[in-house]
């Protein structure tokens, strides 16, 4: 089992990876504390929503997995090399648990909460199906064979792809509305924050043991913090910059008008 060799590089890994699941789990309460005061979800693209709970279950899965079995972990280290360090730490599954949780709950808000016109797309719910069919298919080709490492990988990938493109339909709403009125800037900035403490955990144990393994061995962690780093930057572009001040061009719902005043 592979080791620290520095004391002072395993505490700034134990600090960052802290810092990571802070950020990221306290990310998803403006959003919920804004929809509840607004009690509207007018504003937050409900496929952003339905996307993120995929992610985050088969991210779940992956990291309670590669964190709590010895037979996953045996069949890493044997890929990856006896000495190397699992590239998944507490605070990784914590997290995931966490965003499970919460995204559900936001899930829920949009259910009883002033929707507008709002609905999840038939496109959404085709990608979700379509992803839990796969996984599906993974499991019944893994369980034979006890490929309990090329399963959960399954479920990075799964969580790799839903990363990519949860953030496309926020994006766009925000562009064909001229706004980011009801989608909480708060959540956007705790979570740059975590995607590059995240990275930097990851990095400072690959320095630590002088192997990248630890990149290209858990490579869905490594997408989620560059492709999470990329569309938060976006965001806060069309924020901050874009539609700084600018109300919605012929907003989805009248109510919306008298929330204007609720951006964070």
């Not at 016109?117 to 369980?143: D, P, T």
């Not at 800037?185 to 995240?198: A, C, E, K, Y």
Request: hydrophobic share 50%; proline share 3%; with cysteine.
């Amino acid at each position: 089992m592979g080791s620290w060799n520095s004391v002072q590089l395993e505490v700034l890994y134990t600090v960052l990876g802290w810092v990571a699941f802070v950020s990221w789990s306290i990310s998803f309460y403006p959003q919920v504390f804004l929809n509840f005061r607004r009690k509207s979800v007018v504003g937050l693209n409900f496929d952003f929503v339905v996307l993120n709970l995929t992610k985050h279950s088969s991210y779940l899965i992956y990291n309670a997995s590669l964190f709590f079995s010895s037979a996953v972990q045996t069949q890493y280290r044997s890929k990856f090399g006896s000495n190397e360090m699992i590239p998944v730490a507490a605070n990784d599954v914590a997290f995931s648990i966490h965003a499970v949780l919460l995204t559900a709950f936001t899930l829920l808000q949009i259910a009883i909460y002033d929707r507008g016109n709002q609905k999840v797309s038939r496109i959404s719910i085709g990608i979700v199906s379509v992803a839990w069919l796969a996984a599906a298919v993974c499991v019944f080709i893994a369980i034979p064979k006890h490929s309990w490492l090329w399963l959960i990988s399954c479920f990075s990938d799964i969580q790799v792809v839903m990363t990519i493109i949860k953030y496309i339909p926020q994006a766009i709403l925000n562009f064909q509305r001229k706004s980011t009125i009801g989608f909480s800037i708060g959540n956007i900035l705790l979570d740059f924050l975590g995607g590059v403490t995240n990275y930097g955990q990851m990095a400072v144990q690959s320095i630590d043991q002088n192997s990248w393994v630890n990149f290209y061995g858990n490579i869905g962690k490594t997408m989620i913090s560059l492709v999470s780093i990329f569309f938060d930057i976006l965001f806060m572009f069309q924020h901050y910059v874009l539609y700084r001040n600018k109300k919605a061009v012929s907003p989805p719902n009248p109510a919306e008008n008298r929330q204007d005043s609720d951006i964070p």
